[in-house]
């Protein structure tokens, strides 16, 4: 028997089987995702938050959620630490953001290291390769001292001249 002959032959069978499938999706998105959770006090910090399931049905349902992932309002506010006094910086802090070339960079201070062979360019620039001023090797270590405010591009310091590379290919020692 082939399929379609199936289908004709318990046509109406089908066809109330489809219906019921339909009313218990709709039942499960209309009535089951509307839970309030709640972090467990069995929840441990350092490999994610356990949640469980706040209402009167529930069945002890559990979800893991990763470090650092905020998933309810009310929990973000209450782990959100207290702002810190107000305080007045010194005036030889350096600017906290700055331009090149009409390019926005965060200013930062870290070390970082290449985390492929990556090109030094004298410009956030690769449509040409006159603008390479080396290409460092899987591994090198570089002072980062800027990134560009769409993360595209890290401004480096190397052999004491001021360089930009990918910020793909860059990260934190350790961290690749």
């Not at 004709?8 to 218990?24: D, K, L, P, S, T």
């Not at 926005?104 to 870290?110: I, R």
């Amino acid at each position: 028997m082939s399929f379609r002959d199936f289908l004709e032959e318990y046509r109406g069978i089908v066809q109330i089987v489809a219906v019921a499938f339909m009313v218990i999706i709709l039942f499960f998105l209309c009535l089951g995702f509307s839970r309030t959770i709640r972090p467990s006090s069995s929840s441990n910090s350092s490999s994610g938050t356990v949640l469980k399931d706040d209402t009167q049905e529930s069945q002890g349902d559990v979800s893991v959620v990763l470090p650092g992932e905020v998933t309810d309002p009310q929990v973000a506010a209450a782990e959100t630490p207290a702002a810190p006094a107000e305080t007045t910086a010194p005036e030889t802090s350096a600017p906290a953001t700055f331009e090149v070339d009409g390019v926005t960079y965060n200013a930062v201070n870290e070390t970082v290291v290449t985390t492929a062979r990556v090109n030094a360019r004298t410009s956030p620039d690769t449509s040409s390769e006159d603008n390479i001023i080396k290409t460092m090797a899987l591994g090198t270590e570089v002072t980062r001292t800027g990134i560009s405010a769409d993360g595209e591009w890290s401004q480096i310091t190397l052999d004491g001249q001021t360089a930009y590379c990918s910020s793909s290919f860059v990260a934190a020692p350790g961290s690749n």
